[in-house]
């Protein structure tokens, strides 16, 4: 049930041009953003595992520094992020 909320205040999120508007800005300060078109690019690339994991570490430590700054969208991210692997885990 929780996961499920979860999923639905990330797609209201998205939805809502937030997370996008918040992904140019962090594109400017955090030089690991700049390859991804949008935040639905960088999830794509998060979840595929022919990539290495020092770039994937590199944004998973901006998400976290953006979250301590109290961005939301950064937090909500994060989530989605870890929601599949959460919904495993729980199954």
């Not at 990330?10 to 937030?18: C, D, N, P, V």
């Given at each position: 049930m929780l996961l499920r909320g979860l999923e639905k205040e990330?797609?209201?999120?998205?939805?809502?041009?937030?997370l996008r508007r918040s992904f140019r800005a962090w594109k400017?300060?955090?030089a690991c953003f700049e390859a991804f078109l949008d935040p639905d690019d960088l999830i794509d690339y998060m979840r595929d595992k022919s990539f290495g994991y020092e770039e994937k570490n590199k944004?998973?430590?901006a998400l976290c520094a953006l979250s301590l700054k109290a961005d939301s969208?950064?937090?909500i991210l994060l989530i989605?992020?870890?929601l599949p692997t959460l919904q495993q885990t729980l199954r």
């Open positions: 990330f797609e209201t999120e998205s939805k809502g041009f937030r400017l300060e955090y944004i998973i430590l969208s950064a937090k989605k992020l870890f």
